[in-house]
């Protein structure tokens, strides 16, 4: 991010609060809140991200704009799939199971435990 945006990633995002924190490895909360914010996307997901971002920033370019880093939830969303695209699939909600299936099932399996029992005379 600082690579694309510089200074006004830098000044937003800082890594350390303090100098204290810095020397002692201690991040800072800007830094620890986008760890775990970010920390279930998939390689696929962040190069997804960065792939939105540069061309969001060449788009802006092209009209005589410029961009500001996005925060961490605009990023989420840059990451993940548009509805539509071949990656979004929308699953369709389970069904109730049929009772009728249900009880059948439940008497052929009290069926094959007699049989089990049967084979070790229990």
């Known amino acids: 991010m600082t690579q694309l945006y ?3 990633w830098t000044s937003q995002h800082k890594l350390y609060d303090s100098e204290q ?3 002692n490895g201690i991040y800072g909360e800007d830094f620890m809140l986008w760890a ?3 920390r279930n996307l998939s390689d696929k997901d962040w ?3 960065m792939e939105n971002i540069e061309h969001r920033n060449t788009e802006a370019a092209r009209n005589g704009e410029t961009s500001w880093p996005p925060n961490y939830a605009e990023f989420l ?3 993940l799939p ?3 695209s071949a990656a979004h699939k ?3 909600p389970l069904a109730l199971p049929d009772k009728n299936a249900q009880e059948k099932a439940r008497q052929s399996g009290e069926s094959e435990l007699e049989k089990m029992r049967g ?3 229990l």
């Open 119 to 121: 084979m070790f005379d």
């Open 90 to 92: 929308e699953f369709e």
């Open 21 to 23: 924190g810095e020397r």
């Open 82 to 84: 548009a509805p539509g």
């Open 36 to 38: 775990r914010k970010t």
């Open 6 to 8: 510089g200074h006004k």
């Open 77 to 79: 969303g840059l990451c």
């Open 47 to 49: 190069v997804r991200g």
